[in-house]
Nanobody
Framework: QVQLVESGGGTVRPGGSLRLSCVAS????????MDWYRQAPGKQREFVAT???????DYARFAEGRFAISRDNAKNTVYLQMNSLKPEDTGVYYC????????WGQGTQVTVSS
């Protein structure tokens, strides 16, 4: 049974940084594509970043140059390093795993406010 648990969210000032983590259980992490999505209040969930099993990454335009996704297969963990945070980055950040099926975590709140 796959479970994803996100952590690392919080409240930061504009220009600050956060590092999100998502720990996966279920034994398929190393084979899976791992994504981060986010959902701002009143808006649809949107793609942030992805990393394949081989380490290839891709980003939403708003994340390029500020966010970095990485993975540690030995720890079954995917990370999202977020720098130069802006108020519009506020939202709930979700981890997604895809390996023939899609699995979601419960999300972690990120608030960027002065």
């Amino acid at each position: 049974q796959v479970q994803l648990v996100e952590s690392g969210g919080g409240t930061v000032r504009p220009g600050g940084s956060l590092r999100l983590s998502c720990v996966a259980s279920g034994g398929i992490f190393s084979k899976a594509v791992m994504d981060w999505y986010r959902q701002a209040p009143g808006k649809q969930r949107e793609f942030v970043a992805t990393i394949t099993s081989s380490g290839t990454t891709d980003y939403a335009r708003f994340a390029e140059g500020r966010f970095a996704i990485s993975r540690d297969n030995a720890k079954n963990t995917v990370y999202l390093q977020m720098n130069s945070l802006k108020p519009e980055d506020t939202g709930v950040y979700y981890c997604n795993m895809y390996y023939f099926e899609s699995y979601w975590g419960q999300g972690t709140q990120v608030t960027v406010s002065s």
